[in-house]
């Protein structure tokens, strides 16, 4: 019988995945590999780590647990798997069942027959339109050749000062790399917030205020517009809508797109994102071509849309999918729920779902929590703050996404998190769940459970809240709202919200002071973390006043500047 042609053009994370699980459940396939690059199999997440020096050895990055390089040689013995790097697919001959490819060194062509052809060519960096992007210095982070000149740069460049230009995933990674380095850092941002289309903005100001008090330089609202060299090639000054900025290092980190101009020549249809479309099975239009990976798009499961969300994990599951389906399988990969994790310095973040302004432009009646909180029991000594927003459906109580942020363990939250999605679970389900429970790992009502009480509380009408973003419109303008402050004497000494419009009043005395409030003006009550001011909200309605709320995740998820003492709370 005739042996199965199995042909993966790209050999990283859905190529190298498919090759093996085909090789498993098909002894006597003929698999071939085509890579452009050198490199085969390489954890492109781990190249931010290698830049700041958390790995030291750049081959750790493409080796196995056991510390055995995935190179050819690897892939020919262990796997039986024929490996062509430095080699170029040039064009796909569907009926003739054809790829045309040529040797990127000697620039020999041939062509390779298959009966089944996996396309897994990756994305490939967003370039911007500015003068000065080929100037010296001024890196992608795409492929592990860019993680090695970032590193030999910073290590023997005399490298001072970096501009990022993009504040999403891959620049604040980046970034925290640079900044382990000693080297000083500006990020442009062209819109108004970091990571813009993972978070939410009371949340990516609070992860704003952070970074802003570790030293990093923010540029919001600015577009760059040109970079400007020192005469000898380098790259020296960041021409920006509203500055001019020294730099001796840039990165262009603004997204990546699908690699799918092979697939588009080959006449394989594309989704309305603009990557390769392919089915649950991961076919594309044409059935014997399978794609995976950052050329494809994805099913949300939560709208049903197609969506392009690249990510290595996702792009591992692709390729075992791909790998049953090559070899006779009905494997299928269904969707995602958007779950996306990342470190950056001291902090956490992670989000699955979607965000509150996602939920609204697809017409949710939205109902959001900002809820922060130890991520252990508080008397534990490794507990750690962390900032959890939950956005729910108000009519059906479905639970919709969420995002978790801080030096707490946000990761273990959102996995939680993005299982609930996934089941389609609600926030009546979420404080049901029957989660770990021991000071070391968790409070005995873990922080997601607790943010859930606080959703019900809303759709229930016993909490009424306002958002940091309502509070602070009010803050800069003569609205008669009173600010009272629930807190302690020290609590009050060591943080303050200075307004003339605040009233000082403990929780502990506030039934026997409650003659001291106005009742014809608008109560917002506050503590640190929101839970006595909706206790002082529940006592104030008790003693008749219509109209008190409570400020959504208190002072601590306050992203603004404190305050002058005028009410004028500019951020800055």
């Given at each position: ?105 000697t620039g020999e062509k041939s062509e ?135 730099a001796q290092m840039v990165l262009i ?18 989704g309305a994102t603009g990557a390769i ?296």
């Open positions: 019988m005739k042996p199965n042609r199995i042909l993966i053009i790209g050999g990283v994370a859905t190529g190298a995945k498919a090759a093996a699980r085909a090789r498993r459940r098909d002894p006597h396939a003929e698999i071939t590999i085509v890579e452009r690059g050198r490199l085969l199999s390489y954890a492109g997440c781990g190249m931010p780590y290698y830049i700041q020096g958390q790995v030291h050895d750049f081959h750790e990055l493409m080796s196995t647990p056991v510390g055995v390089v995935r190179d050819g040689t690897f892939f020919q013995n262990v796997k039986d798997i024929r490996v062509l790097n430095l080699t170029l697919a040039e064009k796909i001959d569907r009926a003739r069942r054809m790829v045309a490819v040529v040797n990127v060194t390779l027959p298959y009966d089944k052809l996996v396309i897994a060519t990756g994305g490939v960096p967003f370039e911007p339109r500015i003068e000065g992007v080929n100037l010296n210095r001024v890196f992608r982070l795409n492929l592990p050749d860019d993680a090695l000149a970032i590193r030999e740069a910073t290590e023997h460049g005399n490298i001072r000062r970096a501009v990022l230009i993009g504040g999403g995933l891959i620049g604040l990674e980046t970034a925290e790399a640079l900044v382990a380095r000693g080297i000083q850092v500006t990020i442009v941002e062209m819109l108004d917030q970091l990571l813009p289309a993972m978070l939410d903005w009371e949340v990516a100001a609070f992860l704003e205020k952070y970074l802003r008090g570790r030293g990093l330089d923010i540029r919001l609202n600015q577009k760059v517009t040109r970079l400007e060299g020192d005469g000898d090639g380098n790259v020296a000054r960041v021409h920006t809508t509203a500055e001019v900025i020294e980190a603004i997204g990546i797109r699908p690699n799918v101009q092979l697939a588009k020549d080959a006449g394989l249809a594309l479309a392919v089915n649950e099975q991961l076919q594309t239009s044409d059935p014997d071509i399978y794609a995976g990976g950052d050329c494809v798009e994805c099913t949300h499961l939560l709208t049903g849309q197609k969506v392009f969300v690249p990510l290595g994990s996702t792009a591992n599951k692709h390729g075992r999918v791909i790998g049953d389906n090559v070899t006779g399988g009905k494997s299928t990969f269904p969707g995602i729920v958007g779950t996306t994790v990342f470190k950056v310095l001291d902090y956490n973040l992670a989000r699955t779902g979607l965000t509150e302004k996602q939920a609204r432009q697809l017409g949710h009646d939205v109902l959001t929590a900002l809820v922060p909180g130890p991520d252990r029991a508080h008397y534990y000594p490794t507990a750690a703050t962390l900032l959890v927003k939950l956005v729910a459906d108000a009519k059906s109580g479905k639970l919709l996404g969420a995002q978790a942020i801080g030096p707490g363990d946000a990761v273990k939250r959102i996995d939680v998190l993005g299982t609930a999605l996934t089941l389609g679970a609600t926030i009546d389900h979420l404080p049901d769940l029957d989660l770990g429970y021991a000071p070391p790992y968790s409070s005995a009502v873990d922080p997601l459970a607790h943010a859930a009480n606080v959703l019900r509380n809303k759709r229930d009408g016993l909490a009424r809240a306002l958002t940091p973003q309502q509070l602070k419109t009010k803050l800069d303008t003569d609205d008669p709202v009173v600010l009272l402050d629930v807190r302690t004497p020290p609590e009050r000494d060591q943080m303050q919200l200075r307004d003339p419009r605040v009233v000082w009043i403990p929780l502990g005395q506030l039934r026997k002071r409650v003659a001291e409030i106005p009742r014809d003006r608008e109560i917002v009550c506050y503590c640190k973390v929101s839970q006595r001011g909706y206790e002082a909200q529940r006592i104030l309605d008790g003693e008749g006043f219509t109209n008190v709320k409570f400020l959504d995740g208190g002072l601590v998820a306050w992203p603004y500047p404190f305050g002058d003492g005028n009410g004028q709370a500019e951020r800055k």
